[in-house]
């Protein structure tokens, strides 16, 4: 045998030994299912800080003069900003700053659909 191949034979062997005893000295992993946890008051608190905007307030969040532009659509108010779609605040007609549930699901081609690909922000007061 040709002295690099030797080199490499060894080399090999190395490593493999190195590995296989460093795998020796994990401790075994708990493959058993995770116990399911009740939320913590953090956790809770933080979904209760979830924004809810009144019609008025909504109204703000128009898309005009750099403010952002939101839309309510089932109670859920989504940020429609960041969409070309809606530069300025206006849609095909629509305009931010409005509770649209009626024309998204009545008027709109898409429908609600497309509103998967916004930011949820809040929710629409009762």
């Known amino acids: 045998m040709s002295r690099n191949k030797l080199v490499m034979v060894i080399a090999f062997m190395a490593v493999a030994i190195f590995l296989i005893s460093g795998c020796a000295q994990n401790e075994p ?4 299912t995770p116990e399911v946890t009740e939320p913590s008051e953090q956790d809770e608190s933080t979904v209760s800080d979830e924004k809810i905007f009144t019609l008025d307030e909504l109204k703000q969040y128009n898309g005009k ?10 109670g859920i108010v989504y940020d429609v900003s960041a969409s ?25 081609p898409h429908g609600v659909k497309m509103l998967d690909r916004v930011p949820v922000v809040g929710k629409l007061a009762e």
């Open 29 to 32: 992993q708990d493959l058993t």
């Open 84 to 108: 070309d779609k809606w530069k300025n605040g206006d849609h095909n007609g629509f305009e931010a700053g409005n509770d649209l549930t009626d024309e998204i699901k009545n008027v709109s």
């Open 65 to 74: 003069d750099g403010k952002p532009a939101y839309v309510a659509v089932d």
